[in-house]
C-alpha cells in the first residue's frame, strides 16, 4: 500500500510540475523527472528495507580500514 501511494504522489507531483516546465530547457524538464525518479526509488528502498543502515554507519564501514593505516 505505501509503494502504490508513493507512487501515485511522485505522478502527482510530475503531472502538477510538468505544465510549469513546459517551456524550461530540455535540461531543467529531465532534472525534474530524473531527481522525481531518484526521489521515489530512495523512498521504495527505505520502505523495502527498513532496518538499512544509516549514511553515518555506512560512511565507518567504508572508511574504518583506511583509519588504521592513517594511525
Do not use: D
Amino acid at each position: 500500500m505505501t509503494i502504490f501511494c508513493t507512487t501515485l504522489l511522485a505522478l502527482f507531483i510530475l503531472l502538477i510540475e510538468w505544465p510549469l516546465h513546459k517551456k524550461s530547457p530540455m535540461r531543467e524538464r529531465v532534472a525534474l523527472v530524473s531527481l522525481t525518479i531518484i526521489g521515489w526509488l530512495l523512498l521504495i528502498t527505505v520502505c523495502l528495507f527498513p532496518n538499512m543502515p544509516g549514511t553515518t554507519q555506512l560512511i565507518e564501514i567504508v572508511f574504518k580500514p583506511f583509519a588504521t593505516l592513517l594511525k
